[in-house]
Antibody, heavy 120, light 111 residues
Framework: QITLRESGPALVKPTETLTLTCTFS????????????VGWIRQPPGKALEWLAL???????RFSPSLESRLSITKDSSRNQVVLMMTNMDPADTATYYC??????????WGQGTLVTVAS | QSALTQPASVSGSPGQSITISCTGT?????????VSWHQQLPDRAPKVLIY???DRPSGVSNRFSGSKSGNTASLTISGLQADDEGDYYC???????????FGTGTKVTVL
């Protein structure tokens, strides 16, 4: 059974850096999981879903073109974790942040999401 | 990147069928069969219903079906039920970026 769980601060101040951790189980993000990636998607309140970043089993990384300069993504396969960092947070970045499992070009599993509010 | 275009809302009565469209371009839906649909019930995380245009993951009801014609993909919900109320998002591979694109989302209301 595949599960993903997001963790991180519920509140960050403008200009700060957000660090979110995804802890997953039921699959591996190493060379035994070819084609598998773990990604991050966000959803501002009442708005649509938006891709942020994705990291594959082979450490290949993909980013949203509009946010790439502010994002970094890393994995720790031994701990089954993926970490997303987003710099220079702004109130417009207030959203629920989801961690997802992707195989091929499909998201097959979603985490429950974590709401991050950006306010001073 | 520009989002795929979906109608803001679709409604139907219990037992009816409804169809949600998702319009893209030749850079995504028109060329690639990597379209998926995700259901987001109120205050819940999304869940995949359809992948690769028309395939259903194990455990998803066969009341949900997907198709594609040209640059437009469609999700049909048959035998509409009250607990189908929620938001539905399409998603596709897109050749102009390396991560993918979502639709604008459609709110389904059961009358």
């Amino acid at each position: 059974q595949i599960t993903l769980r997001e963790s991180g601060p519920a509140l960050v101040k403008p200009t700060e850096t957000l660090t979110l951790t995804c802890t997953f189980s039921g699959f591996s993000l190493d060379n035994t999981g070819m084609g598998v990636g773990v990604g991050w998607i966000r959803q501002p309140p009442g708005k649509a879903l938006e891709w942020l970043a994705l990291i594959y089993w082979d450490d290949d990384k993909r980013f949203s073109p509009s946010l790439e300069s502010r994002l970094s993504i890393t994995k720790d396969s031994s701990r089954n974790q993926v970490v997303l960092m987003m710099t220079n947070m702004d109130p417009a970045d207030t959203a629920t942040y989801y961690c997802v499992h992707r195989r091929g070009f499909t998201i097959f599993f979603w985490g429950q999401g974590t709401l991050v509010t950006v306010a001073s | 990147q520009s989002a795929l275009t979906q109608p803001a809302s679709v409604s139907g009565s219990p037992g009816q069928s409804i169809t949600i469209s998702c319009t893209g371009t030749i850079y995504d839906i028109g060329t690639y069969d990597y379209v998926s649909w995700h259901q987001q019930l109120p205050d819940r995380a999304p869940k995949v219903l359809i992948y690769d245009v028309s395939d259903r993951p194990s455990g998803v009801s066969n009341r949900f079906s997907g198709s594609k014609s040209g640059n437009t993909a469609s999700l049909t919900i048959s035998g509409l039920q009250a607990d189908d109320e929620g938001d539905y998002y399409c998603s596709s591979y897109i050749s102009t970026n390396t991560i993918g694109v979502f639709g604008t989302g459609t709110k389904v209301t059961v009358l």
